[in-house]
């Protein structure tokens, strides 16, 4: 169904170093107060759980002010909230058409086109640009590192459960199908050479990397090579540790007598995630509100072409503060 290789991810062929740098303001949500032990009260104001009320235009554009972590004439990078869709249809609300508005605020002479972002459930780095030769320099610097096989984002991923090997490549063929009304991703065994050439199947790349594990829960780091829809949640039930807030694909990975194995994907839908007890008492959950707990996948960092921008290479956008409250919960801690 799939192959993982465990060859050493290094630098040597010119792949993305991560440095998982935590700027000093986001730094010191590291250092709470010491959490009180009764079970009956909440460690912090930090929430684990997606909001009950969508957000209004107004409120998504001050967010988004907000989560500017980078702006160099006419390069933008946003590190966006869980739960914003990048995209959508034109009546929904989306980052997208708060975009106009958005490049008006900050005076530019066009408006801002997306380049990169993660998926509407994950956080991390959306890169936007202004210029339209700045977006097509970015995106040709794209392609050649993805024909090279060279990552250019770095994802931070918690997990429920810890990989067997520390750190490896996975390789799959993925494919959109309806399963019970629900349109889900899946990993295709054997692809015919007709359906990868009319692009319904398509052979997908992950680097990934063990950072710190803890009682059966780790901190990933990910470096994928090819986007398809949701391929890192998908990537990761492979491997048997689904990433922790996943309602969608965790479901495909099953256990007898405390051992995970791969269920197929026609016979697990979508439903609420499950977790062990341990992990329900640390992190202060209880099952009524489960279905809400937030979807532990970071865009990170992210790679930029020298001489594109003035002062930097590498973009780095924290953690938001449930992950790393998450983090400390769990007894896992990212690399200095």
Not at 36 to 56: A, C, F, T, V, W
Not at 288 to 311: N, T
Request: proline share 9%; hydrophobic share 35%.
């Amino acid at each position: 169904m799939f192959r993982i290789s465990l060859r050493r991810v290094d630098c040597a062929r010119g792949r993305l170093r991560a440095h998982f740098s935590t700027p000093p303001a986001w730094y010191h949500l590291l250092k709470l107060k010491k959490l009180d032990k009764s079970m009956g009260e909440r460690p912090s104001k930090i929430n684990y759980l997606k909001p009950l009320k969508p957000l209004e235009p107004d409120s998504l554009l001050k967010l988004l002010e907000a989560s500017i972590v980078h702006a160099d004439g006419t390069l933008v990078a946003i590190n966006k909230p869980c739960g914003i869709p990048v995209s959508g249809k034109p009546e929904d609300l989306t980052l997208q058409s708060v975009l106009p508005q958005l490049s008006q605020n900050l005076n530019l002479p066009q408006d801002l086109q997306v380049i990169k972002a993660p998926e509407k459930e994950g956080s991390g780095l959306v890169l936007l640009s202004s210029c339209p030769n700045t977006t097509r320099y970015l995106q040709d610097f794209y392609i050649r590192r993805k024909k090279k096989k060279d990552p250019v984002a770095t994802y931070c991923a918690v997990t429920t459960r810890t990989p067997v090997a520390t750190e490896g490549e996975i390789h799959t063929a993925l494919k959109l199908v309806d399963i019970d009304g629900f349109d889900l991703v899946v990993p295709e065994a054997s692809p015919s050479r007709k359906s990868l050439q009319m692009k319904e199947v398509k052979k997908t790349l992950t680097y990934y990397k063990v950072l710190d594990s803890n009682e059966g829960c780790a901190l990933l780091q990910l470096q994928p090579v090819t986007t398809f829809r949701n391929q890192l949640q998908v990537h990761l039930t492979l491997i048997l540790s689904p990433v922790l807030g996943d309602h969608v694909y965790s479901p495909r990975v099953g256990t007898v007598l405390g051992e995970p194995f791969l269920l197929p994907a026609e016979q697990s839908p979508p439903r609420t995630q499950a977790l062990e007890e341990h992990v329900m008492q640390k992190l202060r959950l209880r099952e009524q509100v489960m279905f809400r707990l937030q979807l532990h996948l970071h865009l990170h960092q992210l790679l930029l072409p020298d001489g594109c921008c003035s002062s930097r290479t590498l973009l780095v956008a924290p953690p938001p503060p449930f992950f790393l409250q998450t983090l400390r919960s769990l007894g896992l801690n990212l690399p200095p």
